[in-house]
């Protein structure tokens, strides 16, 4: 990623303005609207005629292709490779011309996103010994799934929808895709402001 002495100053504005356009486009997805509604998820265990028990696993939700829709677009503010990512975004407002309020704003929600996840579930999800934070669930179910980037998150994620937690396991990143929508829908008027202060320092 070039550093802002390497970019031109319209090319910071344009991954900002790139930010902003992927927020709207993620604003008027299904998955936002069908998940403020409110998701649940269950599991049930049912003894058979023959004794034998049958487990019943349920989410209620989002269908997994707006799911899909959501994180495809979602995807480029944690991809190091696109300009609008927050981690590259932090590093551009770090050496912008911005006034410090600005810059600071604009850290003080990518603190908040990031320590949210570094939490976990409050109900508490354990898989295998580990407890699960926000941050593993998603990254593990974006590239075991979603993306197909990592075989050993792909084998991770396969190993966690063939257990009884699944449910409880999807309902968290639906969840957390919720609160980090929400969270980074708030850096947008950060952009917007940080856009104009630049546009009016540069030279006529």
Same mark, same amino acid.
């Given at each position: 990623? /070039?550093?802002?002495?390497?970019?031109?100053?319209?090319?910071?504005?344009? +991954?900002?303005?790139?930010?902003?356009?992927? %927020?709207?486009?993620?604003?008027?997805?299904?998955?936002?609207?069908? @998940?403020?509604?409110?998701?649940?998820?269950?599991?049930?265990?049912?003894?058979?005629?023959?004794?034998?028990?049958?487990?019943?696993? /349920?989410?209620?939700?989002?269908?997994?292709?707006?799911?899909? +829709?959501?994180?495809?677009?979602?995807?480029?503010?944690?991809?190091?490779?696109? +300009?609008?990512?927050?981690?590259?975004?932090?590093?551009?407002?770090?050496?912008?011309?911005?006034?410090?309020?600005?810059?600071?704003?604009?850290?003080? %929600?990518?603190?908040?996103?990031?320590?949210?996840?570094?939490?976990?579930?409050?109900?508490?999800?354990?898989?295998?010994?580990?407890?699960?934070?926000?941050?593993? $669930?998603?990254?593990? %179910?974006?590239?075991?799934?979603? @993306?197909?980037?990592? +075989?050993?998150? =792909?084998? =991770?994620?396969?190993?966690?929808?063939?257990?009884?937690?699944?449910?409880?396991? /999807?309902?968290?990143?639906?969840?957390?895709?919720?609160?980090?929508?929400?969270?980074? &829908?708030?850096?947008?008027?950060? &952009?917007?402001?940080?856009?104009?202060?630049? %546009?009016?320092?540069?030279? $006529?």
């Amino acid at each position: 990623m /070039e550093t802002l002495l390497e970019m031109s100053v319209e090319d910071f504005v344009c +991954a900002l303005r790139l930010f902003n356009q992927k %927020i709207d486009k993620l604003s008027n997805y299904s998955f936002v609207h069908n @998940a403020l509604r409110g998701t649940s998820s269950s599991i049930s265990w049912k003894e058979t005629d023959k004794g034998l028990g049958v487990i019943t696993k /349920e989410r209620i939700g989002p269908s997994k292709e707006t799911i899909d +829709a959501f994180v495809l677009t979602f995807r480029f503010f944690i991809q190091d490779n696109e +300009a609008c990512s927050l981690r590259n975004l932090s590093a551009l407002y770090r050496e912008s011309p911005v006034s410090d309020t600005l810059k600071n704003d604009f850290e003080n %929600i990518r603190t908040k996103i990031n320590n949210f996840l570094d939490s976990g579930p409050q109900m508490g999800i354990m898989f295998l010994g580990e407890k699960l934070t926000y941050r593993k $669930i998603m990254y593990t %179910i974006i590239y075991g799934d979603l @993306a197909h980037a990592s +075989a050993r998150e =792909k084998d =991770k994620f396969e190993m966690w929808m063939d257990s009884p937690l699944s449910p409880f396991i /999807e309902n968290s990143f639906v969840s957390l895709l919720v609160v980090l929508f929400k969270t980074v &829908n708030s850096i947008k008027k950060i &952009n917007l402001k940080t856009i104009e202060k630049i %546009i009016t320092l540069q030279p $006529i």
